[in-house]
């Protein structure tokens, strides 16, 4: 089992570019999750979603938009990139309990 | 409000010795807690997991307590090794309903020196 992964890896934006990071998992989880990791500040949750075409907003959402079209596929969009959405995301499942981390995605916005 | 706090921010031992990190947290309602290890450019792998009902729980080197009456938890490693050079993340679980909502701590970044 691969686990959760996340593609792309690194990503530099200019603002105003868009962009989508792409998060797969193979564990048939129902539950998945986008979160950011900023300098001095804990894990903050973006979006989730609980199941196969359902999303739903977390802490920090706004800027950001997701799909679930495919339980195992999650997406996460920015429309237009801001120097603020500078950051390491982190995608993540679970089956309820645990969460299972993918590796992050290190994007920085110009 | 639902918050973890996590001391100290950050620390540096010596290879061999043991340190111990500790996780206070205002959650309600308690579900579970976990002491998770995040490598350098890696995401955060579970290294415990406790409930309202258990008081220690142990990983090789690495042993976690929990007091649900003043609400802190603790990590503590023994003969620390180079690889324990990491931030380890302290997360409580959160269930009023349905889905379960984690609350993060900022982490304590641990450095391990030959």
């Known amino acids: 089992n691969a686990g959760v992964t996340q593609t792309p890896k690194f990503r530099v934006l200019k603002t105003g570019q868009s962009m989508t990071l792409l998060c797969a998992q193979d564990m048939n989880h129902e539950y998945m999750y986008w979160y950011r990791q900023d300098p001095g500040m804990g894990l903050r949750l973006i979006h989730y979603s609980v199941g196969e075409g359902t999303t739903a907003k977390g802490e920090v959402p706004d800027g950001y938009n997701v799909s679930r079209l495919k339980k195992q596929n999650f997406l996460l969009g920015l429309e237009s990139a801001a120097p603020s959405q500078t950051s390491v995301y982190f995608c993540a499942s679970s089956s309820g309990g645990e969460q299972y981390f993918g590796p992050g995605t290190r994007l920085t916005v110009t | 409000k639902n918050q973890v706090e996590q001391s100290p921010q950050s620390l540096i031992i010596l290879e061999g010795k043991n340190c111990t990190l500790q996780?206070?947290?205002?959650?309600?309602?308690?579900?579970?807690l976990r002491w998770y290890k995040q490598d350098t450019g890696r995401g955060p792998v579970s290294l415990t997991i406790m409930t309202f009902s258990e008081n220690t729980k142990s990983n090789g080197r690495y042993t976690a307590t929990l007091d649900a009456d003043t609400k802190q938890s603790s990590l503590h490693i023994t003969a620390s090794q180079l690889s324990d050079s990491a931030s380890y993340i302290c997360v409580v679980s959160v269930k009023p309903t349905g889905t379960y909502k984690y609350i993060f701590g900022t982490g304590t970044r641990l450095k391990v020196l030959a």
């Open positions: 996780c206070n947290y205002t959650v309600s309602p308690f579900s579970n």
